[in-house]
């Protein structure tokens, strides 16, 4: 296992490229189960999830070719993705334990070859996260779902010739809606037979994303991005040629761990059309983002923006909620949590979509934050300075508001279980070396024995 050694204290600074957006890439690749004909993707970052993906891919009977960026300064690299064995439906326990978004296979795959085996995807460290909404839709496009052995078999009416069949399906939840759910019902609906509504949709841009690729594929989706989306479904959907937007979490991370360190940072190929709360509230704490308009405001593309991040000196405490799509997003929670570990005052962080999603809080404390958390309400008091110390990585997002911290902190911070940074991030630690930061990888059997010890 690998872990990050930082030393803080550099001001990052520089110029850097947004890669490709994870949780774009990953319905997107699974489209290519939608039909015959190869898919060919750009921008796909190069990360342990895709990786994954490509896995489970293969095992469904696909044929895919990844040419990743050849170094950390692109925005991702390239995938043919070629669906020839349509025999082979069931993904496996033994990838999809290790990626939940594997559960996005489901609804292309059924919906193309009339059956579709896949593992039940467990929950994981931000919370339970259940598949009900993704059944309840693909349910009410007409499949039959049953659980066996721990896995979804899913069947058309009338198996490989059968087709799934439009229908009005609300896929609300206790939580809003569901981002994967609305992927699975988009996708399996564009090759229904008649009209479907989907009430109550994910609005997120990877989600208009995906849509924006199948239309391109032969499919009528009209409505994505807002909570109804109409698929009026066709008979077979072709091959197409699409690039993956810029991924609006990586640049949150990155405009944090500038404002963190008090740098001065310019990011290009950057989605700020969909990260409005994310500006919203770096600017209240006093972070400033000036966008570069050289080109006139007809021409230019909200998604691929370049812009610079400098910090005032004073970081002011603020309150946030975290919210579907346009609100503030879960997976920059961790990250700003950081951040406001050193704003001047009381700050107030609450999490509306995985209420457990605060594993990095006790980590933080353990480098001189003072966070308090009550049920999925976290209130941070700012200090000075943060100390560095040895802290374990728990999830994704958790991993990087530790490398955040570490980064601004006095001293050396070591951490542990980066592999779930992998899943998310490319080549974070080079790509933070070229900012100016100093961070290492080390292998845990490197590093010295007191560093070595698990927290
Ligand atoms: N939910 C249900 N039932 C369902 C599905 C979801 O109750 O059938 C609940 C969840 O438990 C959660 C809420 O609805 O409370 C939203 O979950 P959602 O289904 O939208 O999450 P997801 O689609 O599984 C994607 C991202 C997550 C991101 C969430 C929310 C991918 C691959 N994953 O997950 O990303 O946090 O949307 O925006 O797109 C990450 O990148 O670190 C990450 C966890």
């Known amino acids: ?27 997107l690749m699974a489209a290519a189960l939608l039909t015959d004909k190869p898919l060919l993707l750009n921008d796909v970052p190069d990360l342990a999830d895709i990786r994954n993906m490509v896995r489970l891919l293969e095992q469904l009977g696909c044929q895919v070719d990844f040419a990743p960026p050849p170094d950390a300064s692109f925005a991702g690299g390239k995938m043919v993705i070629h669906s020839q064995d349509e025999s082979a439906s069931h993904a496996k326990y033994d990838i999809v334990k290790t990626m939940r978004a594997s559960i996005c296979t489901l609804g292309p795959m059924l919906a193309r070859r009339g059956f579709a085996r896949v593992s ?55 939580f809003g809606s569901t981002v994967l759910g609305t992927a699975n019902v988009m996708s399996a609906a564009t090759l229904a037979g008649g009209q479907t509504m989907i009430e109550c949709a994910a609005c997120e841009p990877e989600i208009v994303d995906l849509a924006k690729m199948l239309n391109a594929m032969g499919a009528r989706i009209r409505g994505a991005g807002s909570p109804r989306i109409i698929i009026d479904g066709v008979e077979t959907l072709k091959g197409t040629e699409h690039a993956v937007i810029p991924d609006r979490i990586e640049a949150g991370t990155y405009m944090i761990a500038a404002a963190a360190t008090n740098g001065d940072v310019t990011l290009d190929n950057c989605p700020m059309d969909a990260m409005i709360a994310t500006c919203d509230a770096l600017s209240r704490v006093g972070v400033i983002l000036s966008e570069e308009k050289s080109a006139p405001t007809a021409g230019r593309d909200l998604m691929r923006t370049t812009v610079r991040v400098t910090c005032s000196r004073l970081l002011r405490p603020i309150e946030v909620t975290t919210q579907p799509h346009p609100g503030f997003p879960t997976d920059v929670q961790a990250q700003l949590v950081a951040l406001l570990t050193m704003a001047e005052g009381n700050s107030v962080v609450t999490e509306r979509i995985y209420p457990e999603r605060f594993l990095h809080v006790a980590e933080l404390g353990r480098m001189g934050a003072k966070v308090l958390r009550q049920g999925p309400t976290a209130i941070i008091t700012g200090v000075k300075r943060l100390v560095g110390a040895p802290v374990m990585a728990s999830d994704l997002r958790a991993s990087a508001c530790l490398i955040i911290a570490g980064l601004a902190a006095e001293g050396t911070t070591t951490v542990s279980r980066v592999y779930h940074l992998d899943r998310g991030y490319e080549r974070m630690e080079e790509r933070l070396r070229m900012l100016g930061a100093d961070i290492q990888r080390v292998s845990e059997k490197q590093a010295a024995p007191s560093e070595a010890v698990a927290v």
Do not use: W, Y
């Open 120 to 174: 039940m995807p467990g929950g994981c460290a931000i919370g339970d996260r259940p598949v009900d909404l993704h059944l309840h839709g693909l349910r009410g496009l007409g499949a039959e779902i049953q659980l066996h052995q721990g896995d979804i078999v899913a069947r058309v009416p009338g198996g490989k010739g059968g087709r799934l069949k439009g229908g009005r399906i609300f896929l609300g939840g206790p």
């Open 1 to 27: 296992m690998d872990q990050f050694v930082i030393s803080g204290g550099a001001r990052l600074n520089g110029r850097l490229t947004i890669k490709g957006s994870k949780n774009a890439a990953l319905p």
